[in-house]
């Protein structure tokens, strides 16, 4: 709820940083900021867990698990497209974001465990200080800062989100960090 409030309140926003090593500022929408919300909310959800029974190795991660946390940013992610006649641009570009960075999220996530919030807080970082091609275009790898509806940046997005899910369902551990 905190994300799509913030992101509806920072409708059109743009705040522009210096490029430190490309050769143009990317204008960023305030709402970016706001995507990391969910991805920090779904690590903390799987963090919470049972060490004594995953030890023993009784409880593994089944589907229910994987539907839950992987249903909890497709969720958010419905919401804010639901909301975009709000503000159609921003909501659209906000629920490819929180895509990836949920998905950034959840693959890192069996190897960093609680530190792994920091893997799409460096993306939004290095995406905005990088810089762009030219004016208003950000390299292709970027996804975050790109518009609303470059396709480029919805495949990215969904795919990072697929190999998050994925990494979830064959490297999630089972006893304590």
């Known amino acids: 709820m905190a994300f799509i409030l913030s992101v509806g309140l920072t409708l059109d926003m743009v705040l522009e940083f210096p490029a430190f090593l490309g050769d143009y500022a990317v204008p ?4 970016n900021f706001f995507c990391l919300i969910p991805s920090v909310a779904l690590v903390v959800c799987l963090e919470r867990r049972m060490p004594s029974v995953e030890r023993s190795a009784v ?5 229910r698990d994987i539907t839950l946390a992987s249903g909890f940013a497709v969720l958010v992610t419905a919401v804010a497209i639901a909301m975009s006649p709000l503000g159609a641009e921003a909501l659209w570009t906000a629920a490819r974001n929180n895509l990836l960075f949920c998905g950034l ?6 190897l960093l465990g609680h530190r792994a919030t920091l893997l799409p807080a460096f993306w939004m970082i290095h995406s905005m200080f990088l810089g762009g ?3 208003n275009d950000p390299y292709p790898w970027v996804i975050v800062t790109e518009r609303a509806h470059v396709v480029h940046a919805a495949a990215g997005a969904a795919a990072v989100y697929l190999a ?12 304590d960090r």
């Open 28 to 31: 960023t929408e305030l709402s």
């Open 133 to 135: 091609r030219s004016r």
């Open 59 to 63: 409880r593994r991660l089944d589907a």
């Open 105 to 110: 999220a959840l693959g890192a996530w069996p």
């Open 164 to 175: 998050g899910v994925l990494s979830l369902i064959c490297f999630a551990p089972r006893t």
